[in-house]
C-alpha cells in the first residue's frame, strides 16, 4: 500500500471511529424533554454556538479553530464514556481514562492531523486560549438553556443544587460577562421554579 | 427592550430553535446499525469532514465557511422535514417546503446573521462554490460510508439499484477523483455484497 493510500484509509478509518460519539449519551434531555441528548448533537450546536455568538468574545477568536475544537471536544468518551458534570465519584480517574482513550481514537488518524487534532482536544481540557475559553463556555451555556427548555428534567432527576451550577457557569463568565448575565437569570429562574433547589 | 437586548433574544432563541433538527431522522442508520442517524448528527458529521479531508480540495477552501455551511446545510428540515435521495415523488414539492422553513427559521435571527446564514443554506442549494462542492460531496460520502458499513440495511430496506446510486455519486467526482474512486469502491463492493442491485 503506498503511503498516500495508507493516509486515507487511516482517515477513512477515523471518520467511522467517529460514529461511536453518537451513542454517547449525557445526561441533559433535549428541549422538548423526548430523549437525552448524545455527544454528537451536543457537539453540534456548540460548534453552531461558536460562529452564532463569536461576537461576545473579548479578545480574537478563530472561528474554524474554535469550531473544529467544539466539535471533537468530547470525541474521547468513545472509549471513556460521558462524566456526569455533578458526580464527583465519577470525576476521579476520568483524566485517565480519557487520555488512554486520546491515545487510540486520535492515534487512528496519520500523525500530523493526530497531533492537530489531539491537539486542539488538549487545548479544550487546559482552557487558556482564547478558543478554549470560548468552547468552555458554550459547553456549559447549551447544556444550562437545554435543562431549562425541558422543566429541569435532568436538574430534577440530579436533585442538583444551586450551589453545585454557580462554580460551574463561572466559564461563561470567564467568556463574557453578558452572556453570564443570560446563564445567571437561568439559573435563578430556575431555582425560583424549584427545578434547582435552593442552598 | 434595548436593541443589543433584542439581537441576544434573537441569537439565543434560534440556539433553542435548532434543538428541533436532532428530531429530524434521515433513513440511514448509524455504522452499527442500531437506529437511524438524525440531522444533527450527520451534519456534525460532515463538518468534521470537511477540516480532516480539505486536502483533497482542488480550489481554495474557507473551513470556517465550509464547516458552518455543512452544519447548518439540513436545518430547513425541522420544518420541511428529511427527503429521501432515492423517493422522486418526495422532492417535487421539496423546494417549495424548504423555502417556507428558511423564511421562517432563518427569520429568527437578527437580520445581518439570518442573511449570513441564509446565503449560507443557498449557496450549498446552488453547490457552485468551492465550499458548496466540498459540503455536497461530503453530504453523499457520509452516508454510503454508514449505509456501508451497516451492511446496507437501508439500501435494502429501499431495494436501491445502482443506477440510483450512480448520479448522486458524481456530486463526489466534482470535488475530487480521489475520493470519488472510494465512492465508487465501495458502490461496487456493496452490488457485489448483495446490498444495492444491479442492474
Redesign the interface.
Known amino acids: 500500500m503506498s503511503t498516500t493510500d495508507e493516509r486515507?484509509t487511516r482517515?477513512?478509518d477515523?471518520?467511522?471511529e467517529?460514529?461511536?460519539i453518537?451513542?454517547i449519551v449525557r445526561q441533559n434531555y433535549?428541549?422538548?424533554a423526548?430523549r437525552r441528548?448524545?455527544d454528537?448533537?451536543h457537539?453540534?450546536?456548540i460548534?453552531?454556538?461558536i460562529?452564532?455568538?463569536q461576537e461576545y468574545a473579548e479578545g480574537q477568536i478563530d472561528?474554524?479553530k474554535a469550531?473544529?475544537m467544539a466539535?471533537?471536544h468530547d470525541v474521547v468518551e468513545i472509549d471513556a464514556g460521558d462524566t456526569y458534570a455533578y458526580d464527583p465519584q465519577a470525576a476521579i480517574d476520568k483524566a485517565e481514562r480519557e487520555i488512554k482513550a486520546a491515545d487510540r481514537i486520535f492515534g487512528i488518524l496519520p500523525k500530523d492531523?493526530e497531533e492537530y487534532f489531539r491537539g486542539l482536544w488538549e487545548e479544550f481540557e487546559e482552557g487558556k486560549t482564547n478558543e478554549a475559553v470560548f468552547c468552555r463556555a458554550m459547553d456549559v451555556l447549551?447544556p444550562v438553556?437545554?435543562n431549562s427548555?425541558s422543566c429541569g428534567k435532568s436538574w430534577k432527576e440530579h436533585t442538583v443544587r444551586r450551589s453545585q451550577v454557580l462554580p460551574r457557569i463561572e466559564a461563561v463568565r470567564r467568556f463574557s460577562d453578558?452572556l453570564y448575565g443570560?446563564v445567571y437569570d437561568i439559573l435563578n429562574k430556575a431555582v425560583e421554579e424549584g427545578m434547582i433547589l435552593p442552598d
Do not use: P, T, Y
Open positions: 486515507l482517515q477513512l477515523f471518520i467511522r467517529l460514529d461511536g453518537k451513542s433535549l428541549c422538548d423526548s441528548e448524545n454528537a448533537e457537539s453540534w450546536h460548534a453552531v454556538m460562529f452564532l455568538l472561528c474554524a469550531a473544529l466539535m471533537i492531523q447549551q438553556m437545554l427548555a453578558k443570560v
